[in-house]
């Protein structure tokens, strides 16, 4: 009886957070009003309008354009059910999650962590973010082209867990807001804890598995 109320919370919690992601996720396309054309007194692009310009521009609309995918992608992908049912939809799809990762999340996010709202402490943490999500793709890329796919699945759990910093990064500034909390420390701090919280927690649960 414990085990089946296990596995019950078990379902209802991924059930929520992929409610949660999906909610964020919908949020960032809904915000794509004031990205195009840019409209420079919406929140994020706010007091940018001097470099962003150029490479910034470029770098910007390739990371809002592919980071919604990889968000939803990677739902599909975790899934055991789909994995298993459609294996050859998984491999395909697979390959498209690290070309997106790898070719526009990574260097766009790199790029972009240059010009971190509140200077260096947060653009670090950004471009580390963004070298640790590009790292773990391509090491889940290599476990699985050598077969050694429980490793390829970890790899690949890392990667979205980074990926979803974007979704733990809005749940802090709205905790944040609610809170009525207007500190400057607040979003460099979010911009380590939003991805090194959760990772930690990925790596303490397998530790705890062994």
Not at 130 to 135: D, H, R
Request: proline share 3%; with cysteine; charged share 15%.
């Amino acid at each position: 009886m414990q085990s089946i109320h296990s596995s019950a919370l078990q379902r209802i919690l991924k059930l929520l957070t992929c409610a949660l992601i999906c909610k964020v996720t919908i949020s960032v396309l809904l915000n794509y009003r004031d990205y195009l054309p840019p409209n420079f007194e919406s929140d994020f692009l706010h007091g940018r309008e001097h470099y962003f310009s150029g490479s910034y521009s470029w770098a910007f609309y390739a990371h809002i354009a592919s980071g919604p995918c990889t968000l939803l992608l990677g739902m599909i992908l975790l899934s055991k059910q789909f994995r298993l049912r459609f294996t050859k939809w998984h491999r395909t799809l697979g390959k498209l999650q690290i070309a997106c990762v790898v070719l526009l999340v990574t260097p766009s996010g790199l790029w972009m962590a240059r010009y971190a709202e509140t200077g260096a402490v947060a653009g670090i943490g950004f471009a580390l973010l963004s070298v640790a999500t590009g790292m773990c793709a391509v090491f889940g890329w290599r476990s699985a082209m050598n077969r050694r796919f429980d490793e390829h699945r970890c790899w690949m759990c890392r990667c979205y867990l980074l990926l979803c910093s974007a979704v733990f990064l809005r749940l802090q500034s709205g905790l944040a807001t609610v809170a009525d909390a207007d500190a400057a420390w607040l979003y460099p701090l979010a911009a380590w804890t939003s991805w090194l919280l959760p990772l930690m927690a990925f790596e303490f649960s397998r530790l705890g598995k062994r």
